[in-house]
């Protein structure tokens, strides 16, 4: 009954928006009605056709209001206004059930509009992902405030999202990255947004990758993700970029010995920060130790080697060497495809992680569930019974009550 009640989710009102107000688009997301596009299967553009004429009966529940803000939100963003982009980060940030669905109605439309602009270009991604991670201390936001500000004299235009971590007792966050970056915050070719974790686990929240895609959409070339902290799971960042960066700082000491294996087998690039100073030997040391290391792991791509490179965000030093490392990692990834089939997969992986959050948020609402876990937790607590047959109980109470 979930499952379906999803599925009719999927095709309520909301989404007939994407057709009715654009109709380039609505060919884009159809992907039959284009002359330049390629051939699609007559039983795929079937099943769109299908899909259309749903929607097609449900137009009228989108109200006046609605549409409105839709519109001017999606023309705001694609003419590349900050406040639009930010006014629609806060949109698909929202817990509202009906903003909420808003929100994924503006998303088609954006996603239709990257799907044009990939189709021009060679079916290539016109932006560049980056995320960035590393334990505390070790400079990130000096880093990607002298990154970005380098990036903008290019003529890029460079978003951060820098993923602050909250309060377990109000559910705020400091925001402290913005303060942080205060000449980056002031160039009108970049765009900052802090968000709060709000106690997701891997430091990276469900709308991040919802926010990227808005970047994208606003015009923004290359987009930096900045994560909390760094440990096992903080490089769920690496299921959503196109290159993962780990930064680390010298003489931090045996603390990072427990991160090594975890975290660097998924970084594409290492980065030892602060090479600048009293610091330059012990950074050295660090960028040799882990030079050493990643000869050991396993390779991720048959494209790219990971390297270890050093740079200084106080004197510079080292920067453009770093930047050229990733332009060479992206250039070798789009070349051999596996950029393009590293994002497909990406799609994937975050669309069962946001499956299994929906359904373990809609088992704990679940009546039958709420009514029996106070009394299955205390006996757990006393030692009456195990975990393991508590979470069964419940799961049957679960399933009997939802047949």
């Known amino acids: 009954m979930y499952i379906e009640s999803k599925m009719r989710h999927l095709h309520s009102p909301l989404f007939r928006h994407i057709t009715a107000t654009n109709s380039l ?25 299908a899909v259309r004429t749903t929607l097609n009966q449900h137009v009228r529940d989108l ?25 629609s980060i806060t949109l698909v940030e929202t817990q509202h059930p009906r903003k909420k ?48 500000k380098m990036l903008t004299g290019r003529g890029h235009k460079v ?6 971590p909250s309060s377990c007792t109000t559910g705020g966050s400091l925001m402290g990255d913005k303060t942080r ?27 991040t990758n919802e926010a990227v895609v808005l970047c994208e959409g606003a015009g923004y070339d290359v987009v930096l993700v900045e994560t909390v902290g760094v440990g096992q799971s903080e490089f769920a960042v690496a299921d959503m970029v196109d290159m993962f960066v780990l930064l680390i700082p010298p003489a931090g000491g045996d603390e990072l010995q427990g991160i090594k294996r975890g975290i660097i087998e998924r970084a594409d690039l290492v980065v030892v920060t602060k090479w600048d100073g009293d610091l330059v030997v012990p950074a050295r040391r660090i960028q040799a130790e882990y030079t050493s290391a990643m000869k050991l792991l396993r390779r991720q791509s048959k494209s790219w080697n990971p390297k270890v490179v050093h740079a200084s965000s106080h004197s510079v030093e080292g920067i453009p060497e770093v930047w050229a490392e990733m332009q060479s990692y992206r250039r070798a990834m789009l070349a051999s495809g596996e950029l393009q089939g590293r994002r497909r997969a990406q799609q994937k992986v975050w669309m069962w992680t946001l499956i299994q ?9 679940h009546p039958a569930v709420r009514e029996a876990l106070p009394r299955l937790e205390e ?3 006393r030692g ?13 109470a679960f399933l009997s009550s939802s047949l």
Request: charged share 20%; proline share 6%.
């Open 63 to 87: 109200t006046g209001p609605e549409q409105r803000l839709l519109n001017k939100l999606y023309a705001g963003l694609i003419g590349g206004h900050r406040a639009s982009l930010a006014e």
């Open 159 to 164: 978003s951060v999202l820098a993923v602050d």
């Open 181 to 207: 970056m205060t000449e980056l915050s002031r160039d009108m070719n970049a765009f900052i947004r802090p968000s709060p974790t709000s106690g997701t686990l891997g430091g990276v929240t469900r709308t």
């Open 384 to 396: 009456d019974i195990s975990p393991g047959l508590a979470s069964d109980l419940l799961l049957k």
């Open 101 to 148: 669905e808003l929100a994924q109605v503006l998303l088609q439309r954006v996603l239709a509009y990257r799907r044009e602009q990939e189709s021009r270009n060679d079916g290539k991604p016109v932006s560049f992902r980056v995320g960035l991670s590393g334990p505390p201390g070790a400079g990130k936001s000096s880093f990607i405030e002298v990154v970005g």
């Open 379 to 381: 006996r757990v607590t």
């Open 25 to 49: 688009h609505h060919k884009l997301f159809i992907g039959c009605s284009l002359s330049h596009a390629k051939p699609v299967p007559n039983h795929i553009c079937k099943q769109w056709r």
């Open 357 to 365: 959050e929906n359904v373990l948020a809609h088992f704990r609402h």
